[in-house]
């Protein structure tokens, strides 16, 4: 926790096991904490506006800059060709194409080039949109559909952490790339889980992520009272804390499917977030 | 030999569960489990390896300290942020070589990268070809590309006649490349607005690639007003609902016990996914 500020980034491993659920929660149950902000990172699917419904007040459009060859200049030497190891560039004889989807928007190709020949251009592949609601800052990032890279999306978003306050990131299932850049800086990551096979299976690569990245973690574990036993033996053998439990429970279910947050469909549980949040300060403080 | 892949858009929907399942039902077919961060189908299939290989992908950019002057171009030029204090950060490298490219002191190497592991099994359903992507490593699109290009072969050489790719959560990288050229798209889907927001844009990216896609609402009956919303926006979209399945305890009971749903239940549930599968097949033209 550095200069009053605190990041809690909400992950799981497997999808579906209730991220959206417990960082929308959380940060409504904080919204009279001081300044508290939502970064919705899982670009690829954001749902958390559909809880939040914010007013959203900013549109940026999110660009990789791809290169653009200009003919006059181009000696068809393959420079850029050679230098590009995403294969995005082809030099024929005379005749340069490019693969704009299979670029990373490095740059070696423009700065590289001997004849000054490359520049670049932005290309499009998605949307950042920043607001408010409930007393809640609101930022997520949306690819657009086709697309296949959303780490560039999902560093945009993180621009927009605030200086001071608490600011919650919503992440995407997995273990990989997008995951890595939406916990990373993160003071802490919530793993959230369900007491199943599927469940532990991926809550354990979750677990192994995050030491990875150096980052303390604990576990909330969703739709207790079904499955087994294997989720709370792992976290108590790992010494992981389980920090909240939700039980499985119909009316929870409904209120999640109509996209209420689950802290205004039965008010009290505002207060287990609450005490989610101040066990989080006590490991932080720790 | 035609291919399905199960997607969902939203993870958690019910994807592995239904492919488990399509697995036991299905005669001559073999398995791709495309989910390569977050692998959970074996949990079901219990797969006994017959070959394991190594997936090396991409590059690493090494700083050589005896070498380096500390000019800074490497820094200057990085644009993933992966150089700090003239030190590379393995997890931010994207392995362009832009560094390497310009390093005055050639202090700079790129080191190939082991970025997971895939293999091929025997389950008693039939031959699995499965991986895992290194925890935070990139390029799980490759991975799956090559998980299915070896499923295709194994298809080919025993002379089956489906390939059953269970698929990743999302729409970007992994999504794509496990999409691209199959014959059927199975959407699974749930009746919240999360589902149905997710549903859409990962439809968006099967027509966006020309991939006929067929629905499926899994637990319809948690909410009867949104499956009608779902039901009404695929007949707009002239999308097929392939089946509606309900909720029921046993799909979790049955993951406890490590068994595909249609094999330890009797119950609707399984009624429903043996229609589905007919459903399937006969859309894949068989």
Redesign the interface.
């Known amino acids: 926790m550095a200069g009053g500020r605190v990041i809690i980034s909400v992950a799981s491993g497997k999808g579906g096991t209730g991220k959206t659920l417990v960082a929308t929660s959380m940060v409504l149950s904080l919204s009279d904490k001081g300044r508290v902000q939502l970064l919705d990172c899982d670009v690829e699917e954001p749902d958390a506006h559909l809880f939040l419904k914010p007013t959203f007040t900013h549109r940026e459009a999110v660009s990789i800059p791809v290169p653009r060859v200009d003919e006059r200049k181009c000696t068809y030497c393959g420079k850029c060709a050679e230098v590009c190891v995403y294969n995005a560039i082809a030099v024929m004889k005379e005749k340069v194409l490019i693969f704009p989807e299979l670029c990373h928007g490095c740059g070696a190709c423009s700065y590289l080039c001997p004849e000054g020949a490359i520049s670049e251009e932005g290309k499009e592949i998605g949307v950042v949109e920043s607001g408010y609601s409930n007393g809640v800052r609101f930022v997520h990032g949306k690819l657009s559909i086709g697309e296949l890279m959303a780490p560039p999306i999902i560093r945009r978003v993180k621009q927009h952490v605030a200086s001071e306050g608490i600011i919650i990131i919503d992440v995407s299932p997995g273990t990989s790339c997008p995951v890595v850049d939406a916990v990373k800086g993160s003071d802490f990551c919530l793993l959230v889980t369900e007491p199943t096979p599927f469940g532990l299976n991926d809550l354990v690569l979750a677990v192994e992520l995050v030491r990875k990245l150096n980052i303390p973690c604990g576990v909330v574990l969703n739709r207790s009272g079904v499955g087994d036993r294997g989720v709370e033996e792992y976290c108590h053998r790992g010494n992981i804390p389980i920090l909240l439990t939700i039980p499985l429970d119909i009316e929870i279910a409904a209120f999640y499917s109509r996209g209420i947050p689950l802290v205004e469909g039965i008010p009290q549980w505002r207060e287990s977030f609450l005490n989610l949040f101040n066990k989080i300060g006590e490991i932080l403080n720790k | 030999m035609k291919e399905v892949v199960v997607l969902?858009?939203?993870?958690?929907?019910g994807k592995?569960s239904i492919v488990g399942s399509f697995a036991a039902l299905a005669k001559s077919k073999v398995l791709a489990d495309c989910d390569v961060?977050?692998a959970?189908l074996y949990?079901l299939l219990r797969p006994l390896t017959q070959q394991k290989h190594e997936f090396w992908s991409?590059?690493v950019a090494f700083i050589d300290e005896e070498k380096c002057t500390q000019c800074g171009l490497c820094q200057e030029?990085c644009?993933?942020q992966a150089i700090e204090d003239f030190r590379v950060d393995p997890?931010?490298c994207?392995?362009?070589?832009?560094c390497y490219?310009?390093c005055p002191a050639e202090a700079i190497t790129m080191r190939e990268n082991l970025s997971g592991h895939w293999f091929i099994s025997d389950t008693r359903y039939g031959p699995l070809v499965h991986a895992r992507?290194g925890?935070?490593?990139?390029n799980?699109?490759r991975l799956v590309a090559l998980v299915r290009q070896q499923a295709k072969l194994s298809a080919e050489k025993q002379g089956l006649d489906y390939i059953i790719s269970d698929g990743?959560?999302?729409?970007?990288?992994?999504?794509?490349s496990s999409l691209s050229g199959a014959n059927l798209a199975l959407l699974v889907t749930?009746?919240?607005?999360?589902g149905i927001?997710?549903l859409e844009?990962v439809l968006?990216?099967c027509h966006?690639?020309g991939i006929p896609a067929l629905v499926c609402i899994n637990k319809y009956d948690?909410?009867e007003d949104?499956t009608r919303q779902i039901e009404s926006y695929c007949l707009g979209q002239g999308i097929g609902i392939a089946s509606k399945i309900p909720f029921d305890?046993v799909v979790?009971e049955a993951?406890?016990q490590?068994l595909p749903v249609v094999e330890y239940s009797q119950h609707s549930v399984t009624h429903e996914i043996e229609t589905l599968w007919q459903t399937v097949t006969k859309a894949l033209g068989a």
């Open positions: 969902s858009g939203k993870g958690g929907t592995t961060d977050a959970d949990l991409g590059q030029v644009r993933f997890v931010s994207e392995g362009c070589g832009f490219q310009v992507l925890i935070a490593q990139e799980s699109g990743p959560p999302g729409i970007g990288c992994p999504v794509i749930e009746p919240t607005l999360s927001h997710d844009r968006g990216v966006h690639f948690l909410n949104n305890d979790t993951l406890v490590g």
